[in-house]
């Protein structure tokens, strides 16, 4: 079923530092993952994905942690910017069926 | 990249106006569609998955004569909010996948912000 949040949980970061964003997913049979961002007004954008074949997963800035055996997703960001205070979601997937979004965390990045 | 767009950005219409929402995938195929609604401070809650050449699939709870759904061809969706009242005010968002096979990210549209009066 889909997952509706109540109210966004806040991340507030200091701007230079480094941002952690946890995701408890619920369904241990899923196997792909995606992370995406939401700015106000705006559709959700992709970030990046993680396969459940592995544990880790970096792009540019970002980095991406899976542990299967908590069922737990987390983003890393490096040094958060102004640019990066949005919305972010987690997704998890089992093979050929819909996604399944997080609740969401508020980034705030302060100056 | 594989890109999205949704139009209109932003309906203002009075209750009992039916609005059209399209979904097209500019540069790739999608053999399946889904459109999702936002409401504020929370998170995305699938409505229906939009099939090519056959009727959509309903989420429980979510009336097919009020949203008409129609994937007329590899790169439109449309979402039409039939006899909407205010309380059908929300962010509606589509998303598709290229075709392929396993999972795959979903792309999103920049979403349809509906106000009914």
């Known amino acids: 079923g889909e997952s509706v949040g109540l109210h966004l949980p806040t991340l507030s970061v200091q701007e230079g530092d480094n941002s952690i964003i946890n995701c408890a997913y619920s369904?241990?049979?899923?196997?792909?993952f995606i992370w995406y961002k939401q700015e106000s007004g705006k559709g959700p954008q992709f970030i990046i994905d993680?396969?459940?074949?592995?544990d880790k997963r970096q792009g540019q800035r970002v980095t991406v942690l899976l542990n299967k055996t908590v069922k737990h997703l987390s983003l890393q960001i490096a040094a958060t910017q102004p640019g990066d205070s949005a919305v972010y979601f987690c997704?998890?997937?089992?093979?050929?069926?819909?996604?399944?979004f997080g609740p969401g965390t508020r980034l705030s990045v302060l100056p | 990249g594989a890109v999205v767009s949704q139009h209109p950005s932003w309906v203002i219409c009075k209750s009992g106006t039916s609005v059209k929402i399209e979904c097209r995938s500019l540069?790739?195929?999608?053999?399946?569609m889904f459109w999702y609604r936002q409401f504020p401070k929370q998170s995305l809650m699938l409505m229906a998955t939009?099939?090519?050449?056959?009727?959509?699939?309903?989420e429980q709870g979510v009336e097919k004569d009020k949203f008409l759904i129609n994937h007329a061809s590899l790169t439109l969706s449309t979402l039409t909010v039939t006899s909407a009242h205010p309380e059908d005010s929300s962010f509606y968002i589509c998303?598709?996948?290229?075709?392929?096979?396993?999972?795959?990210?979903?792309?999103f549209g920049d979403g349809t912000r509906l106000s009914i009066l």
């Open positions: 540069d790739f195929q999608a053999t399946t």
């Open positions: 369904n241990s049979a899923s196997d792909y």
């Open positions: 939009s099939n090519e050449g056959s009727k959509a699939t309903y």
């Open positions: 993680i396969r459940s074949n592995m």
């Open positions: 997704a998890e997937a089992v093979a050929g069926q819909n996604f399944v």
């Open positions: 998303s598709a996948s290229p075709r392929g096979l396993g999972n795959q990210p979903q792309h």
